[in-house]
């Protein structure tokens, strides 16, 4: 259900944590493809072939659960930035089209270190052109795209609302993200290279495990300006 005031948006949702985003239908032709949207096209990071299951000795698979989105237009227009947050979780996303990165710049969060992807579509027909990327802190990165990348038209990138993220975590959320884009094929990589997960504890691995799957919970069906 989607209710909605002047500048805040909430969107209540059950979706299992075990199963992969819905699909919608490419109207060009006709096929069904995962809703991960950035733009008005899909950037997708879900493996269809994922799935969880339980083996003996193991815990089931919990049912799914209701959660929030919530939305933060923050200059009351829909087509500009947005802040996105879910009920109970540490991090935060930030949604923005090239022509408001002035704005962007003003915001707490550019100061953050955090990863980000940036998107961009040459033609309909083509895939989006992705490039995916951390910083720390992440304006210093988008600053430099800004001057360097011509592509991209609109930038999503994750923080975390407590501090708690550093450069390594940053780092393995950034190598997890480029596989899964590498693994799907389902967009054009402006990435050079593939890095390799940095070395992290056991508890820190689990950590940005359980942040991974949050952000992707709220990656999806995000339709930036």
Partial sequence: MLCAARNHCRWHAAVPTNVNPPTATNHADGKALPVIRALDYHVVFNMASEKVTATKGQFATAPPRGFSIRFFLPDGTPDAMKIVEKSNWIGRAIV????????????????????????????????????????????????????????????????????????????????????????????????????????????DIADMEEFLAQMLLIYPDRKSP
Wanted: charged letters at 25%; a neutral charge; aromatic letters at 8%.
């Fill in 96 to 203: 923005c089209p090239r022509g408001a990165f002035l704005d962007l710049k003003q915001r707490p969060e550019f100061r953050k270190t955090g990863v980000y992807v940036l998107i961009g579509q040459t033609s309909p027909d083509d895939p989006p052109t992705v490039y995916i990327g951390e910083g720390d802190p992440v304006g210093d990165r988008l600053t430099q795209h800004q001057k360097t990348k011509d592509f991209w038209t609109a930038a999503v990138f994750f923080t975390s609302k407590d501090d708690n993220l550093n450069t390594a975590h940053v780092q393995y959320l950034e190598a997890k993200l480029i596989a899964r884009a590498l693994e799907t094929k389902r967009c054009k990589l402006d990435n050079g290279n593939a890095p390799s997960l940095p070395s992290l504890s056991e508890a």
